[in-house]
């Protein structure tokens, strides 16, 4: 059984961004591995086919502090999404400037895509998604845009080279087709 692993980018307790990303993974019949951030050095990540970082609660400044347990994504070479604080942290990572409080966004907004991707697949142009940042991050210079919003203008990236999305909104609320692309992309 293909699984995923789900890594939680919020403080450990907290996993309202993590259960139900675990749920629709279980949903689609793969197994689900739940991990919090600090413990992805311990674990082998090749031993998964793909893996999701989640978001956090809106307001919590973690890019800086969560780095160090991320530099793997440089050199990962299997299907990664990362979610509003995996978007900022593989940004930051890959050279994107942090926005701090320059195009917050709280609720619900639609965004558009701007070029077609195998992750985008059954979404229509513009779509409604969950909200919930203020911080946001320039497109790096390894990436192409996906979507974007008249608000936020990096609303999902894929970098150009490998199979590594992120994206600044969240999902696992309304647009569960979108992690069950993803998940089609890591297990075949």
């Known amino acids: 059984m293909p699984e995923i692993l789900i890594i939680n980018n919020a403080e450990p307790g907290i996993t309202k961004f993590a259960d139900p990303i675990i749920k629709i993974v279980q949903q689609t019949g793969n197994k689900a ?50 979610i509003c604080a995996g978007h900022h942290l593989t940004g930051y990572l890959y050279g994107a400037t942090l926005l701090r409080s320059q195009e917050p966004e709280s609720g619900d907004f639609e965004v558009e895509i701007v070029r077609t991707d195998s992750l985008l697949y059954n979404l229509p142009q513009k779509f409604t998604v969950r909200q919930m940042h203020n911080d946001s991050i320039t497109l790096p210079n390894e990436f192409e845009l996906l979507v974007t919003s008249n608000t936020c203008k990096n609303q999902l990236m894929k970098h150009k080279n490998k199979p590594l999305y992120t994206c600044q909104f969240h999902p696992e609320f309304y647009n569960h087709q979108l992690i069950r692309n993803f998940i089609m992309l890591c297990v075949n």
Request: hydrophobic share 40%.
């Open 33 to 82: 591995v739940f991990i919090e951030y600090a413990d992805c050095q311990m674990i082998n990540l090749k031993a998964f086919d793909g893996v999701i970082l989640t978001g956090s609660p809106q307001g919590d400044d973690i890019v800086e502090h969560h780095l160090s347990y991320f530099r793997w994504l440089k050199t990962y070479d299997k299907p990664v999404l990362g």
